[in-house]
């Protein structure tokens, strides 16, 4: 890639146009550089089953019948799943297709695909991954100016509940680390429940929650809103796990008009591994260790919001490289899902990075429920590397302080037939 065509290259030339219309600029710069028929972005939608175009330049039939793609089975889905590009000949023997992963500290934005006039060699697969991994930095900018990316992340048009719950959720749904890995997912019911999760990852901790509120609804989502606020203020004035719980509660108790909310928070040393944990009556979490998953029972505290006036317990949780760590809330649990063992779904899945892991938890209680859910279905995961894992490869995911370590993003690409 020469010198215009750099990564700053190509970050300058997204800058310089609209928010809307920077997706646009960057592909017909890819399709000019690399002489492609087509180069396309597609973004993942807020469940991680479908796909959207948005920034596309030239044109090339590739046999789909509508603008929203459903990833099951497709070679998006497996790129997406696996974090490695894929190269396929396209079958009408006048282009190579490339599909490689737009993602940012293991959030999968979307992809980037490219039909090509030949199968691309060593550079122009370099190329590509750089111009993926620069749109995942040109998403992340412009979304807080336009709404095209969020119109993009919406399989359908969302009730004023669901907008309001979706708009408490982490701007990225999953973030890697050298000492850890965490990603969650989130299927509202068919009427809107109040799960939350959250995260935030400070110089010497990583802090998550996951709540509940009860009822359904616009109720919930402000009831979610009341607690999350609460728990975010608390947080980011760098309170402890005590003092976040206690202040989520009396804001629940000054403006919740005796609505409640269960929840869970966790926080995480960077610097010794050292795991705090408050249970606010929610469902207990489950832990993946040595192959075998077994249910964590902590003391249980009352809700954020029930009388009586009551002090939160801020327990230890042990926690150990290796470990992965399932928090969730009870819709996970509901009717419809009884017929699963999550215990051994979650140990079935240990090989999958937790964003994977989250997605395929939600999609099987989808699936139980037919598609219809009683209540919303939550699940936080957690791969916990350890205190002294302090590097990781930006490009890979892989953490360089233990070679051994599997990577989180494989940078070769398959070819796909």
């Not at 004023?160 to 890697?176: D, G, K, N, T």
């Not at 109720?219 to 606020?229: E, I, K, R, S």
Request: a negative charge; hydrophobic letters at 40%.
């Amino acid at each position: 890639m020469d010198t215009a065509l750099s990564l700053a290259g190509v970050l300058a030339a997204a800058e310089a146009a609209a928010p809307v219309e920077s997706l646009d600029v960057v592909a017909r710069i890819l399709k000019e550089h690399l002489g492609a028929a087509s180069v396309s972005f597609l973004i993942t939608d807020f469940t991680g089953s479908s796909v959207v175009r948005l920034g596309t330049a030239g044109s090339v039939d590739t046999g789909e019948p509508a603008r929203r793609i459903t990833l099951r089975g497709t070679v998006y889905d497996d790129v997406i799943r696996t974090q490695q590009p894929a190269i396929e000949d396209s079958g009408r023997g006048t282009y190579t297709r490339v599909v490689a992963p737009v993602t940012n500290r293991g959030d999968a934005i979307g992809l980037l695909e490219l039909f090509l006039p030949a199968a691309p060699d060593a550079e122009v697969m370099r190329e590509i991954g750089e111009s993926a991994h620069a749109l995942a930095y040109i998403v992340i900018t412009n979304r807080s100016f336009t709404d095209i990316y969020q119109w993009g992340r919406r399989t359908s048009p969302l009730s004023l509940a669901a907008e309001i719950q979706h708009r408490l959720l982490p701007a990225s749904l999953a973030c890697e680390a050298a000492q850890f890995a965490v990603a969650g997912a989130l299927e509202p019911a068919d009427h809107v429940g109040g799960d939350t999760f959250d995260y935030a990852i400070d110089r010497d901790a990583v802090q998550l929650s996951v709540t509940d509120a009860m009822g359904h609804d616009v109720q919930a989502a402000l009831l979610a809103t009341l607690v999350v606020g609460a728990l975010r203020r608390a947080r980011r004035a760098g309170e402890s796990l005590l003092e976040q719980a206690r202040q989520a509660d009396q804001a629940m108790r000054d403006h919740g008009r005796e609505g409640y909310v269960t929840g869970q928070l966790l926080r995480i040393s960077l610097l010794d591994g050292r795991a705090e944990f408050v249970n606010a009556g929610h469902p207990w979490p489950l832990l993946l260790r040595d192959g075998r998953v077994r249910q964590i029972a902590p003391k249980v505290d009352l809700p954020f919001g029930v009388l009586p006036l009551h002090t939160y317990r801020v327990q230890s949780l042990d926690l150990r490289p290796g470990d992965r760590l399932v928090m969730l809330t009870d819709g996970m649990l509901e009717r419809n899902a009884k017929s699963l063992d999550l215990s051994d779904l979650i140990g079935h899945t240990r090989a999958l990075h937790p964003r994977e892991a989250a997605r395929t938890l939600i999609g099987a209680i989808v699936d139980a429920g037919e598609g219809h859910l009683d209540d919303d279905a939550t699940v936080m995961c957690l791969d916990w590397h350890g205190a002294h894992h302090s590097q990781r490869d930006a490009a890979t995911g892989a953490d360089l302080s233990d070679a051994s370590q599997p990577s989180g993003r494989e940078g070769s690409p398959r070819a796909m037939t």
